[in-house]
């Protein structure tokens, strides 16, 4: 089976970091990718990782280590509008994206 | 573009109607995929289309049935759909390059079976 495990709900305050981490047991593995989808709204992709290491983007990072089957997305200098689920996803093979439980962030002021 | 573009936003049906979900890509990718997605669940693979060819089929019951017209387009036939079946249905692409591809998603028709 495939199973990706990320906390329910992380709350934090404008200006700060969270980290919300993923840790999965899946057949396959090709690499980990991060969507964002506000309520109401599509999934939208933030970050992919194939490789062990920390990839930057903007205020968003992503870092995977394959050893851990683990991985975490971190987001700096939050703003109210990073509130949102953000989705862990790993590509199990070709056109195959199985999502994590997903973690909704509260950013409060 | 980089936009998926998916119609109607809302529809509620009978569970003896026929209706049909539409999605439309111009970025020039050849996957098509359907999710389904269930309130505070992740989205779950229900069909792949590659280069307009059914590619996968996550054992979905026979009362959804996917069409791909072209490789712009993208089809999901509604028929004798339970109560259950109600949720968020999304429509996503990519490239189709491999297992690295980015997948697109629309907005999602909102799907609710009285």
């Known amino acids: 089976g495939q199973s990706l495990e990320q906390p329910s709900e992380v709350t934090a305050v404008e200006g700060a970091i969270v980290q919300i981490n993923c840790t999965y047991q899946?057949?396959?593995?090709?690499?980990l990718s991060w969507y964002q989808q506000h309520d109401g709204g599509a999934p939208t992709f933030l970050s992919y990782?194939?490789?062990?290491g920390l990839e930057e983007t903007g205020r968003f990072s992503s870092f995977l280590s394959r050893s851990d089957s683990y991985g975490y997305l971190l987001l700096q200098e939050l703003q109210m509008k990073d509130s949102a689920s953000y989705f862990c996803?790993?590509?199990?093979?070709?056109?195959?994206?199985?999502f994590g439980t997903g973690t909704r962030l509260l950013v409060s002021p | 573009d980089t936009e998926v573009t998916q119609t109607p936003k809302h529809l509620v049906m009978g569970m003896t109607n026929k209706k049909s979900l539409k999605c439309e890509q111009h970025m020039g990718h050849r996957a098509m995929y359907w999710y389904k997605q269930k309130a505070k669940k992740p989205p779950e693979l229900m069909f792949v289309y590659s280069y307009e060819k059914l590619s996968i089929n996550e054992s979905v019951p026979s009362r959804f049935s996917p069409e791909c017209p072209n490789s712009s387009l993208l089809n999901l036939h509604l028929h004798a759909l339970q109560p259950e079946d109600s949720a968020l249905y999304l429509c996503?692409?990519?490239?189709?390059?491999?297992?690295?591809?980015?997948?697109?998603f629309g907005p999602g028709t909102r799907l609710t079976v009285l």
């Open positions: 990782n194939a490789l062990d």
């Open positions: 996503a692409s990519s490239q189709d390059n491999g297992a690295s591809d980015t997948q697109y």
């Open positions: 996803a790993v590509a199990t093979g070709f056109q195959k994206l199985v």
């Open positions: 899946t057949s396959g593995f090709y690499g």
